[in-house]
């Protein structure tokens, strides 16, 4: 008997540590603006950062989502000194980091680091992406959230490419435990489908996009293949000349489009909607939106 599809919606937004466009930290606008969203991958998520009074954001986003499973990957985590009047607690760290949460549980989670080089005077953190399999009715999918480099193109190619690797190399690694059995679980699913989400710090068709996404053919354009990806956003023709996924606070004449939703070449067909929600305000990123038919 045919199981009937359902339309999983899905959503990615950096948050800027919350602080939205007029510079007020408030997560229940963020919460506000995904309301609907069945899986969210989240950027810019941390721990202990003194720019948001020390916040656990991570906490604080899962109340705000009491009805989803949630995973939490802090590539980035540094020691905080206690403060004179027990404010930060001894032990408090500084995380930066990717959250993803669902409706539907999930069943393993890692987070993968991404390749960085040391910098001389820019601020260059320790990136990941985040990956966790959820057991999607009739799909389990990979579900990856990223955030690249922001200020090296060739630093982000290196990391596309490592990201892809392991994204690729999923099935073959076996995920994140293989031989569950000696410890009584199930073996998990090895779907090679996937969806990747996240701030890429990249525009469209610059070269760390095509070493993601393929180079264009001057005959063929760009031909979907398994092992590329495939940007929703481009696939339903959502680009148009003055579209964004981010602003400048300071000057919201400067607009970029640096956010993304890829999918396998096995969800290509499965794609029905996508657009980025350029109302909000809770950050300088806005949310982008996919729709998958599973």
């Known amino acids: 008997m045919r199981r009937s599809k359902n339309i999983v919606k899905f959503a990615s937004y950096n948050i800027q540590y919350g602080f939205g466009l007029d510079g007020i930290y408030d997560l229940g606008r963020i919460a506000d603006s995904l309301e609907g969203a069945d899986v969210i991958a989240l950027q810019e998520v941390t721990r202990g950062s003194e720019s948001n009074d020390f916040a656990d954001m991570v906490a604080d986003l899962a109340a705000l989502f ?17 403060g004179e009047s027990g404010f930060p607690p001894r032990g408090t760290r500084f995380q930066f980091g990717n959250m993803i949460l669902s409706r539907f549980p999930i069943l393993s ?3 993968h ?3 960085r080089s040391r910098t001389v005077s820019k601020l ?6 985040t ?5 999607i009715p009739n799909r389990p999918l990979r579900v990856y959230s990223v955030h690249l480099d922001h200020v090296s193109v060739d630093e982000r190619i290196a990391q596309i ?12 690694e076996g995920g994140a435990v293989s031989g569950a059995g000696e410890l009584d679980f199930e073996e998990l699913p090895l779907p090679e489908d ?3 989400m996240g701030d890429f710090n990249m525009v469209p068709e610059s070269p760390e ?4 996404a393929g180079a264009k053919d001057g005959y063929y354009g760009r031909v979907p293949r398994i092992g590329t990806p495939v940007d929703a956003l481009a696939a339903l023709d959502g680009y148009h000349p003055k579209g964004y996924s981010w602003m400048d606070p300071k000057d919201h004449g400067k607009r970029m489009h640096l956010d993304y939703c890829f999918v396998s070449g096995g969800l290509a067909g499965s794609l029905k909607a996508a657009h980025v929600d350029t109302d909000s305000v809770g950050s300088d990123h806005f949310p982008v939106w996919v729709e998958i038919e599973v």
């Open 66 to 82: 009491p009805d989803y499973f949630w995973v939490y990957g802090a590539p980035f985590d540094l020691h905080v000194a206690a």
């Open 109 to 111: 989670s890692r987070t």
């Open 113 to 115: 680091l991404l390749p």
């Open 124 to 129: 260059n953190l320790q990136r990941g992406a």
């Open 131 to 135: 990956e966790a399999l959820i057991d």
């Open 161 to 172: 490419r490592h990201l892809n690797d392991r994204i690729n190399g999923f099935r073959l």
């Open 194 to 196: 996937y969806v990747v």
């Open 209 to 212: 996009y095509c070493a993601l």
